[in-house]
């Protein structure tokens, strides 16, 4: 079977390797139908994700049909549509104690730390394979690994109906925490420096949009907020100045919730932070964030029209790759076609 690779950073190839078998009696073998870009997997190519292990087949965010499954599965058959979730974690630290299974001492990420979605085939455990609609097309299917992260972002900021809501950066993950906060039916306020963007932005259900180039940011959220900020600042832009600036705008009583895997440190004065009595949460991946979406899926609540920008066959992977290099501002999600 052919499967994408990243062999090293900078080197992304299609190779050839033995189409796996179901070996234990949960094992689930899956044809898969589509692979997405994410961001994590461009950085995984250039050498800038810390996490990567290389040679390393990509992809976290797929979809497939099941072709085969051991005897002890009962969840899902021989023929459902699925959608995986890529963590494998230990259940037995403390992390996975307290139901957190996404930040586990021994975390691994399918298409990071092991082998990934980009194959024709994969195994998993039937645990990791989430039933979806069978009417549900597959360019519409892979978007739901994406939305749990938007999902998980608003579960951390703990957001509640009528909550001012900044979301701060509108590309993929921004625009899937608008979506899931106005489901929680939040008043939600997308910011951005680029139009395009705060216009899909829209499009997916913000309330207002600001781009910080020709707005004052700090003054329009107050605006619309009756004087006093943001009650729940989701931070997708992910930079030393947007970290900085969550902290500053939301209301007292307030959540940030923060997405960056950045390693430089910010300018935070803690007063900033006791005086209002903020939470400050980081967000990482999803925990049971799948029936959720998947429910929302089900239900037609996810504005998905025009979310995938491009679709690629898997012969023309390194062009989808460099596609989303050259069209960064323009992209909301590139899938993978096997």
Known sequence: MKVGIVEKPGVLKIAEREEPKVVGPQDVLIQVKRVGIC?????IRHGKNPFATYPRVWGHEFVGIVADAGPAVARI?????????????????????????????????????IDGGCQEYIVV???????????????EAVLVEPFTIGAQACHRGNVQKGD???VMGAGTIGLTAVVNAKLAGAKV???????????????????WTINPQSQDLFAQVRQISGGMGSNVTIDAVCNQKSFEDAVEITSAAGRVVELSFNE????????????KELAICGSRLQTHRFPIVIDHLEHGRLPLAGFVTKVFPLAEMVEAFDYVDKNN??????????
């Open 189 to 207: 306020i997308a910011s951005d420096l680029v139009d395009e963007k705060l216009h899909y932005a829209a499009q997916c259900g913000a309330d």
């Open 39 to 43: 961001g994590s997997d461009v950085h």
């Open 164 to 166: 001012y809501v900044l």
């Open 125 to 139: 455990p039937q645990e990791k394979a989430h039933r979806l609609p069978a009417k549900t097309p597959w360019d």
């Open 329 to 338: 501002a323009g992209v909301r999600k590139v899938v993978i076609s096997l």
């Open 77 to 113: 058959k021989k023929g459902d549509h699925v959608v995986v979730e890529p963590i494998v974690s230990c259940g037995r630290c403390y992390a996975c104690r307290q139901g957190r299974p996404n930040i586990c001492e021994t975390l691994a990420v399918m298409g990071v730390h």
């Open 264 to 275: 430089q440190p910010s300018a935070i004065a803690p007063v900033g932070i006791i005086k």
